[in-house]
């Protein structure tokens, strides 16, 4: 299983940008897949998460309400709707897949993107 995050850059506060995580050589299609992020300096912290048969989605409480998550299992494609950024949400992004028992434990994801850089700067 391979993941490919893309879709970061620079925005400015209040802007918005759309992440996205293709995962291929799928041989389970029952992953649940999240987002994580590492600020500079910070621990690595979770995002969301997108279920496994019911697609439903669970947040940190950073980022509920501004950020949605979304799959296309068609193409086993994960998105990120990242909305009234902040500065504080700058950091490198990342996608992963697994079985979690704690959605939120990055330890519990077997397959992990390379990564793309968030930065929310005026």
């Known amino acids: 299983v391979q993941l490919q995050a893309s879709g970061g850059g620079l925005e400015r506060p209040g802007g918005s940008l759309r992440l996205t995580c293709v995962i291929s050589?799928?041989?389970?299609?029952?992953?649940?897949i999240a987002w994580f992020r590492q600020a500079p300096g910070k621990e690595r912290e979770w995002v969301s998460t997108?279920?496994?048969?019911?697609?439903?989605?669970y947040y940190s409480g950073s980022v509920k309400g501004r950020f949605t998550m979304s799959r296309d299992s068609a193409t086993n494609t994960a998105y990120l709707q990242m909305n009234s950024l902040e500065p504080e949400d700058t950091a490198i992004y990342y996608c992963?897949?697994?079985?979690?028992?704690?959605?939120?434990?990055?330890?519990?994801?077997?397959?992990w993107g390379q990564g793309t850089q968030v930065t929310v700067s005026s």
């Open positions: 992963a897949a697994g079985s979690p028992i704690a959605i939120g434990d990055e330890a519990d994801y077997e397959f």
């Open positions: 050589d799928v041989t389970k299609h029952y992953y649940a």
């Open positions: 997108i279920g496994t048969r019911d697609d439903s989605t």
